[in-house]
């Protein structure tokens, strides 16, 4: 085994696996929380989503008194939350058991009862929530007739600014309240959204759209009366800033000279952007002087920022972690006080090493963890990540670290459609959907096998999302490659999950099959995992959630009823949740499901 795949300061021997609270059911313990948001004008006032008490909740933070209130309380959690620049009202919203559709409630910050924000309007799923200054909002709304951006302002009945079938998101408002962002695909594609500037009339300021690229609107000047909007776009080949003027048109583009993509926001002075790079499978922070245009590192430890965002002081917060250190919420300006929960005990894993592997369409970069006590080889995961258009990273991942707990190795391939390593990367998915990634997974699959890392018999495919859909598709196309299959939350027909699903998600299948199942039957037949069935021959275990708007439940009772007809080994677990669950011991108990259903079928197959 060579040093790259056996890090050292690693473990010598695994775990112990004790009875009661097992060190990998802690590691799914470990309480997670999102960045906290502050009120604009009034910073000591944030809120934030945590699962510390074991399902994903909203919580308050006040800094001056250190209190932390947990202000929702929901059978299968809240996901999103808001703070009115006043810092008055909390927001969250409503849904029902993870399907995503609802609309958005306030409750006072001190605490007191739920109202909703905007009762004229009618339920809808959630696209895009910017708060502005002196209790105005700019609030987002899909249905299947598409999008419309309502103005909202306390206690008077919602404006309209935006209407249209197509999908969009609300952005920002800028901050004398006078102009609004969004995105939108009037042109059909939303894999490549376009950006619009508008006045609260709805007539236009601005429109851009690079041509075959994507934009993406980050937001207003913090600054009232500086109306330059700061936007993405991919004019070289990948992620890069550009500061735009809407009423004179000036541009001025930045070219930081790093390598991978970028993440961007203000400094809420207006003078400089926060960068966050991220570059093969990690990131780093920069501060880019929008006057001397000099890049300057704010120091972070190796590994991944998962989230930043600049402080009024100049400083800033972030979240970061690492495949072998669990997340921690920290400052530039190492701040003391920014504990928002209780101490909890560190559960270190393994970390994770790099592997560039040869593949059709370049090299792959593959992420592998493997147990320094395992004897290789071992048995492996490849675990496949969603999407598409995301990517593994450096990170710490509870499922990730229970597999390594329990002596299988984890392969993590960025197939081509992952983000991360420039537009022409993320883009090939789009040339046959499914098939592009799948040649990446088997390029990484015979590098395991070939690096001595993964025992050929005892190979497992694993995915949740759009990692699960391309676990059935994989399944299916390479029967040979694999002993058992793990598809949580997967597309498994393409045709009914078109039909089923929320409104934003029929339009990135439009924009990635070219258009409605209508219109290209065959393509989405091509690319269905039911159309290839018969092929499979691996025991699969399929997990689901029943509220799922995104890979609805019919369709994966679809393949399921289809494997029974064939009489194909396999297991369907409904979960009373939505596309991912957002209840602690619901993963957990999904995890063992896993372990079990591995354990069984890979038994004796040495």
């Known amino acids: 085994m060579s040093q790259a795949l056996n890090p050292t300061g690693s473990p010598a021997q695994p775990p112990p696996l004790l009875a009661g609270d097992l060190p990998w059911q802690r590691r799914f313990r470990l309480p997670r929380h999102t960045l906290p948001a502050w009120a604009k004008e009034n910073t000591d006032r944030c809120v934030f989503v945590s699962d510390v008490s074991g399902v994903t909740e909203v919580y308050c933070w006040d800094r001056v008194t250190g209190r932390v209130r947990q202000v929702t309380d929901r059978p299968n959690g809240t996901r999103h939350c808001a703070v009115t620049a006043s810092g008055e009202w909390a927001w969250w919203f409503a849904d029902t058991d993870g399907d995503e559709f609802g609309g958005w409630m306030k409750q006072p910050f001190a605490g007191g009862p739920d109202t909703p924000v905007a009762p004229e309007l009618e339920p809808a799923w959630m696209s895009g929530l910017a708060m502005g200054l002196h209790g105005h909002a700019l609030l987002g709304r899909s249905t299947e007739e598409g999008t419309a951006i309502h103005l909202v302002h306390d206690g008077r009945p919602p404006r309209l600014v935006y209407q249209h079938e197509e999908t969009a998101t609300a952005v920002d408002l800028s901050r004398d309240l006078q102009l609004v ?225 329990h002596g299988f190795a984890v392969v993590r391939p960025n197939y081509r459609g992952s983000t991360g390593y420039g537009t022409d990367w993320t883009e090939a998915l789009r040339q046959q959907v499914g098939f592009t990634e799948l040649e990446d997974v088997a390029a990484a699959r015979r590098w395991a096998i070939e690096a001595g890392v993964a025992d050929p018999k005892r190979l497992v495919l694993a995915g949740s999302s759009w990692g699960g859909y391309l676990t059935l598709l994989g399944l299916a196309l390479q029967p040979e490659s694999w002993s058992v ?122």
Request: glycine content about 8%.
């Open 181 to 405: 962002a969004i995105e939108h695909s009037e042109g059909g594609d939303a894999w490549r959204m376009a950006v619009r500037v508008l006045r609260l009339d709805g007539s236009v300021v601005a429109d851009l759209q690079d041509e075959g690229q994507g934009l993406a609107a980050v937001g207003f000047s913090p600054v009232v009366g500086d109306r330059r909007l700061l936007l993405l776009h991919q004019l070289r080949g990948h992620w890069a800033p550009l500061v735009f003027d809407p009423e004179t048109g000036d541009r001025f583009e930045t070219e930081v000279g790093l390598p991978g993509d970028l993440e961007v926001d203000w400094f809420l002075d207006a003078s400089a952007l926060l960068v966050h790079h991220i570059h093969h499978a990690r990131s780093e922070l920069y501060r880019y002087d929008l006057g001397t245009r000099e890049l300057t590192t704010l120091p972070t430890p190796p590994g991944t920022v998962e989230d930043a965002r600049a402080r009024p002081d100049g400083s800033v917060w972030y979240i970061w972690s690492s495949a072998a250190s669990p997340p921690r919420f920290t400052s530039t300006s190492h701040e003391p006080g920014l504990s928002i929960g209780p101490p909890v005990a560190e559960l270190d894993s393994v970390p994770v090493t790099d592997a560039w592997v040869d593949g059709p369409g370049g090299r792959i970069h593959t992420l592998v963890s493997v147990p320094p006590w395992a004897d290789l080889p071992c048995p492996t995961v490849v675990l496949l990540h969603g999407g598409p258009d995301e990517h593994d990273t450096d990170q710490f991942e509870p499922e990730v670290a229970a597999w390594l707990d």
């Open 485 to 606: 299959g793990l598809a949580d939350s997967p597309v498994a027909d393409c045709i009914a999950a078109y039909e089923d699903a929320m409104d934003d998600i029929k339009a990135l299948d439009r924009a990635l099959f070219g258009g409605t199942p209508d219109e290209v039957r065959e393509r989405y037949l091509a690319s269905s995992p039911l159309t290839y069935v018969p092929f499979i021959r691996s025991p699969v275990l399929v997990s689901a959630g029943i509220n799922d708007p995104r890979c609805p439940i019919r369709q994966i009772e679809n393949f399921v009823s289809r494997l029974g007809e064939l009489g194909l080994p396999h297991e369907l677990h409904r979960r009373l949740s939505g596309h991912a669950s957002t209840v602690v011991e619901e993963r957990i108990d999904l995890f063992r499901r896993q372990l079990a259903f591995v354990t069984t079928h890979l038994a004796g197959q040495r």
